[in-house]
């Protein structure tokens, strides 16, 4: 467990405020105590400093996750969110998109969201930014980029893809052994 | 305010109201109220009388039969004495003479009659080889009586109803009449009860109707009755009792036919003394119904005996068959991120057929059935529930985590309970989720990350070696792997690869994991210091014996569990005495509870310090004061280490086997002691005779039952002591060593002074904490003390 240098804190920063914005600061100034995010083999972890009192005591070989895991750093060092991270960026979020019934389960495999599947989105979306999205019941399903802005997905056709899909809750059933 | 009630004024009925409507009486058909005689109709008379006839010809005839025969016997008897005349009166033809044939009865009955009469029953019997072409004796007989066939009805009647005498003669009658009762139908009955009534009507001509008609009943009845009699003795004789099989081994059977002798056997076992053969033994039974069993359910031998131990026999057909069944679906709510009854709605939007699953959780709901698989569902993946055996709610039910609290589960992959665990802390606190298994530990933070656990550590740590790593928990949950034999539903390859040395290895392993459990727990936490041990087997060895290891080898106490249900632990099971408050223990079978076989117990630890474990050189001292707690349990003197005992279980089997030592061990120390006595001098011979009575007395008791109390109620006082109870080794017989010199009155010699000396060394060694070290120390010097002198 270490800390984040401070080139990639700058990155987890960066690709955060992509989907939460400036809500990044009450993931760190929390009135239930101290949290931090911490490294461990190219992971960050987010987690509080009680539970990583006694997590320090593990040796890192045994010690596979502490707290919630937000994502890794490639290889290219580059910042990747993980699904796991949805429990803290669905409550802050700034951007959200909420898709038809028809279109959750579609979505659930891993694909894009098309036109024809779009519920609703909120206003002042921008192209590429980051969103979550939403079953039409409020369940947080995952998230991804925006391919068009609000008021594009107004005019785009039915077809159309409005959402890039890059992590959904289907992963904790289709990749369960690297959701980390 | 509001509309005012009229109390004052009486309300009148409008009608009869609603509910106060009544049905009319009913009202029967004429026919069915009085239903007058019927006069019969002619056809009926007409069939009646023909009936008659029909009934009075029958009888005639074979009233005939016997006449005829008895006058053969008649016949022959007379040809002897007029030979001559029979020829002759041959020929003269029956129709001619019919009044001698009129009286053939009397014939019989008194042959001895004038020759007159005779004769023309001799010509009736005179059929003979010689005219037998053409006399048929029988045909014309019935038709000499066609003309008065009326006449001799009547008569025949009234011998029936009036004579006794004659009644011999009419049993063959009443036989065949049986016969055609039997054979025949209704209306043959009918006849019969007719028949009967006629002939009370005789004697009772004044019955009414309805009198009758109950004769007529309660004769039927009684026939009814003796018939079900007959047939229930015929069932009872007929009651196939099992056969024990000859040739088990080369039987080919099918599995219906091995069903039924299971359960012929445990009939036969149920009321053995009564429906076993001679030459079987109970055993022999028993091997055949395990081969049986282990057929028609596919076990191993080895597993079919130990459930067999275990269970009763129509408990142990139960629980195999439990075995078999799934048990229902159950998921639990997360209530980190629902309640369970919005989650109980959700589902039933997408046709889920669901119910909670008792009174006694509150997450549970059971899914009887589902058009969507529970496990795909985008609220599983939202993690709103978690698919989990109703059974494995208990062990964390029975944990009762607080929060803010540092909880350990040792072996948590999946996760299951350990995400429970979690939900109950509400996120806060510090969970480590444990598993030695790295493939199965990416479920736990699969499952964690999905139901939204953020306190939690995950480590891949060997729960043995915990301990090395950190400490200090305030609840440890051990859900210690084991051979599964609760679980046989979800895994049926239990049922055949497992044997002894499996359950010996999982035994090892628990009680392993049961103390570094317990090594891992803070027993000065403020809220816990609790240990929860739980199993899916229903084995002894891997439950109620593993928790009774550590209760010997750890500062624990086995405390209730708090679970209201559930069947309670052994605290005897064959040869083993467990801890008597094993009935704290709750067990779970899937037969009675619906659910997993399961096993939980809750323990609490008192003390952090840890009991040295007993090595080889301590094993020995042990097995000696064992023999001094006995001693003391006879003499009802509560020893200040009885808590030591308390946690420290009962005497086992092998303690107790080691009591015969234990006595020689108390011999020969006795005998030293003697030898220290002679050598003090002669003036004390008296003593030495009662100390030698004394110590015959004491070792007897040692050998006797420890209910037994013989030792005197001086020796008794002494005991009681406390200073002289520090004595104890060497002591016994010193205690009756000063009782003997009181009466003695020889106070001053030597021995006395050993013992001041001996005092004062314990003085000395008194600081020593525990009972045991004193009585060591004990041991020590006196045998110092023996050496000096010698």
Redesign the interface.
């Known amino acids: 467990m270490k800390r984040l240098s401070e080139e990639r804190t700058k990155k987890l920063f960066e690709k955060l405020s992509l989907y939460i914005g400036s809500n990044i600061k009450l993931l760190i100034e929390r009135p239930d105590g101290l949290y931090c995010f911490r490294e461990q083999k190219d992971r960050v972890y987010y987690?509080?400093e009680?539970?990583l009192k006694?997590?320090e005591?593990?040796?890192p070989e045994?010690?596979?996750?502490?707290?919630?895991?937000f994502g890794k750093f490639t290889k290219t060092n580059k910042f990747r969110l993980h699904?796991?991270a949805l429990?803290y960026l669905a409550p802050y979020a700034q951007n959200k998109l909420w898709v038809k019934p028809s279109m959750?389960?579609q979505f659930?495999y891993g694909h894009n969201i098309t036109k024809s599947g779009l519920g609703r989105i909120s206003e002042s979306t921008e192209k590429f930014q980051g969103i979550i999205v939403f079953?039409m019941?409020d369940?947080?399903?995952g998230f991804g980029v925006a391919a068009r802005s609000t008021t594009d997905c107004r005019l785009a056709d039915a077809l159309a893809v409005v959402c890039f899909h890059q992590a959904d809750?289907?992963e904790?059933?289709r990749s369960?052994?690297?959701?980390? | 305010m509001g509309r005012k009630a009229k109390f004052t004024e009486e309300k009148t009925k409008k009608g009869p109201g609603r509910k106060a409507k009544k049905q009319k009486d009913p009202k029967f058909p004429k026919a069915a109220l009085d239903e007058p005689e019927k006069k019969p109709s002619h056809r009926q008379k007409q069939r009646a009388l023909k009936r008659i006839q029909k009934r009075a010809a029958r009888k005639e005839k074979i009233k005939e039969i016997k006449k005829i025969k008895k006058e053969n016997v008649v016949t022959k008897e007379l040809s002897q004495n007029v030979k001559s005349t029979t020829i002759k009166q041959v020929s003269i033809p029956n129709g001619s003479t019919s009044k001698p044939l009129k009286r053939p009865k009397n014939f019989v009955h008194y042959p001895q009659e004038s020759d007159e009469e005779e004769e023309p029953k001799v010509d009736m019997k005179g059929f003979s080889d010689h005219n037998k072409q053409w006399l048929k004796p029988k045909q014309v007989k019935t038709a000499m009586f066609d003309s008065e066939e009326d006449d001799s009805d009547e008569e025949d009647e009234d011998q029936e109803s009036e004579e006794d005498a004659k009644v011999t003669s009419l049993n063959d009658l009443s036989d065949e009449d049986d016969d055609e009762f039997d054979s025949d139908s209704i209306k043959d009955e009918d006849e019969s009860d007719s028949d009967s009534i006629k002939l009370e009507e005789d004697e009772e001509d004044d019955l009414l109707p309805i009198e009758k008609e109950t004769k007529k009943l309660r004769a039927k009845q009684k026939r009814e009755q003796k018939l079900a009699d007959e047939e229930l003795k015929l069932n009872i004789a007929g009651q196939e009792v099992f056969q024990f099989p000859n040739d088990v081994e080369n039987e080919q059977m099918t599995l219906q036919d091995i069903q039924q002798r299971v359960r012929d056997v445990i009939v036969v076992l149920a009321d053995f003394n009564k429906l076993r053969d001679g030459e079987h033994s109970r055993g022999d039974y028993m091997e055949l119904l395990q081969k049986d069993l282990c057929n028609y359910y596919s076990y191993n031998l080895f597993l079919m005996e130990k459930f067999m131990e275990l269970f009763s026999l129509s408990e142990l057909v139960e629980f195999l068959e439990a075995s078999e069944v799934e048990r229902p679906l159950t998921i639990r709510t997360n209530t980190l991120k629902i309640r369970r009854r919005d989650l109980a709605q959700?589902l039933i939007n997408r046709g889920v057929n669901l119910d909670p699953v008792g009174q006694w959780s509150k997450v549970g709901l059971v899914v009887y059935s589902s058009q969507v698989p529970m496990?795909?569902t985008?609220?599983y993946?939202?993690?709103?529930y978690i698919i989990q055996g109703a059974s494995s709610f208990l062990p964390v039910m029975a944990l009762a985590p607080q929060e803010n609290e540092?909880i350990l589960d040792m072996c948590s992959a999946p996760g299951g309970k350990a995400s429970h665990i979690a939900a109950i802390m509400k996120n806060t606190g510090?969970l480590?989720a444990n598993d030695v298994n790295k493939?199965r530990?990416?479920?736990?933070?699969?499952n964690?990350?999905?139901m939204?656990v953020?306190?939690?550590?995950?480590?891949?740590?060997d729960g043995r070696k915990f301990t090395q790593?950190?400490t200090g928990f305030d609840r440890v949950l051990l859900d210690a792997p084991c051979t599964g034999t609760g679980v046989i539903a979800k895994d049926p390859s239990v049922k055949t690869n497992k044997d002894q040395q499996d359950i010996q290895r999982c035994s090892t392993l628990q009680r392993e994991l049961l103390l570094a459990a317990i090594d891992s727990v803070n027993s000065k936490s403020s809220t816990g210091g609790y240990i929860v041990y739980s199993t899916c087997s229903v084995l002894v060895e891997e439950n109620e014996a593993v928790i009774d290891y550590a209760l010997k080898r750890r500062n624990v106490c086995l405390v209730q569990t708090g679970l209201e249900f559930g069947t309670e632990g052994f605290t005897t099971y064959r040869q083993h005495r467990f801890h008597p408050n094993m009935k704290f223990t709750r067990r779970f079978y899937p037969h009675t509870h619906n659910m997993d076989g399961f096993f939980v117990a809750k323990l609490k630890k008192f003390s952090n310090v840890i009991p040295k474990p007993p090595t080889v050189e301590e094993a020995v001292e042990e097995v000696q004061e064992v023999s001094i707690e006995d001693i003391e349990e006879k003499m009802n003197v509560s020893p200040s280490k009885g808590k030591k005992r308390k946690h420290g279980g009962d005497v086992t089997e092998k303690s107790k086997k080691s009591k015969v030592m234990k006595v020689d061990q108390l011999g020969t120390k006795k005998e030293g002691i003697k030898k220290v006595i002679k050598k003090d001098g002669g003036d004390a011979k008296s003593k030495k005779v009662k100390l030698k009575k004394a110590d015959q007395s004491k070792t007897n008791d040692l050998k006797k039952p420890p209910t037994s109390t013989k030792l005197s109620k001086e020796a008794k006082t002494d005991l009681k002591h406390p200073k002289k109870q520090a004595n104890k080794s060497p002591s016994k017989t010193k205690v009756e060593e000063v009782q003997a010199e009181k009466k003695v009155k020889a106070v001053k010699s030597k021995e006395g002074k050993l013992k001041m000396k001996n005092r004062n060394k314990l003085g000395m060694k008194g600081q020593v904490s525990t009972v045991k070290s004193k009585i060591n120390s004990n041991k020590l010097t006196s045998k110092k003390m023996f050496t000096k002198k010698s």
């Open positions: 987690v509080s009680k539970v006694i997590g005591s593990i040796p045994h010690l596979v996750s502490v707290g919630t895991c699904i796991t429990n959750e389960q659930l079953s019941s369940v947080p399903l809750i289907g904790y059933i369960e052994s690297d959701i980390l | 959700a496990g795909a985008p609220e993946l939202a993690g709103q540092r510090v480590v493939n530990i990416t479920a736990v933070v699969g964690f990350h999905r939204g953020i306190n939690s550590i995950i480590s891949t740590l790593t950190t």
